[in-house]
């Protein structure tokens, strides 16, 4: 985009400076027409060719600047429109992967009115609340990548114009900033998300308080709550025999796409119980279809690995 824009500002430059010449050429022959300069005729001849001249550049360096503006302008256009449509698509997916969190979050607090939960449906409920963190996440991304898609339509739109070229430039650095700080913001938040998931899954309010009374605790003296949380966590993590936030993050993603693959499949278990997990697979985006006599087709289902390149986007 700034290329184009770039190659029309360089014709039109020319044409305005040729213009120029040739306006001031003129004047300099009407003065000389009117008896208030006088030139010799070498010299009136050659204002006479520099003022051709430099009209045929402005005609030649206006008509070459157009096409390339309309050109230019388009191809923008287009590839704005469809970057605008793909995210648009992705917004869509994302409030649809919200509905599928809620409604079996919806389902799991029915359960919970009639008896205790197990201790699978205790996991799905961790794991909806990590889940919804992520598809909102998805949703908050896709509308900003629709904002900085819609610029670059405006930005093919004036550069058409051919007037428009200098603010076209300004309005495709501004998506430009709007797609670089959607992209360190995401990348912020994916590395809070899988702190939080791994908070819920260790229980860790339950240790930040228990360490900020315990007096044998020493560290936890003047330490701010997120400090001593993180202190905590890594200490945790050390004992479980995790390096990283990342490989405990992995080991819970893939614990969590076994139990939703086992469940959405298990035809011991009754239907309801088998579509909240069902419910839970489609809040990663996937479809579960089935067959005209009520069976789930197998070349649809899933795959634990499908599930787990999902989560760990």
Known sequence: GNTVAGAANFFTTIATNAGNTAMELA?????????ETVMTETELASTMAGQATAEATYNAASQAAVPIYYA???ILMIAGAAKLIGHGVHLHRAKKNIASVNKTEEML?????THKLTKDERRLRRFCQHRKEGAKEEKRSAGLSMISASM?????ALITTGVGAPLAIVTMFAGMGIDIANSIVGSKRKGRMRKNAIDTYLQMDKMVEKAKTNPSYLAAEGMKETELRDKLRKEMLAQLGYSSVDECFRDIVVADAKLLYQKAFDDSISEDERKMYEEAIKSLGFKIKRSSKGDRDSENKPTVQMMVAKLMK
């Open 152 to 156: 670059t339509v405006i930005s093919g």
């Open 109 to 113: 607090k029915e359960k919970e009115e």
């Open 27 to 35: 004047g300099k022959m009407a003065a000389h027409a009117a008896g």
């Open 72 to 74: 230019g302008g388009s």
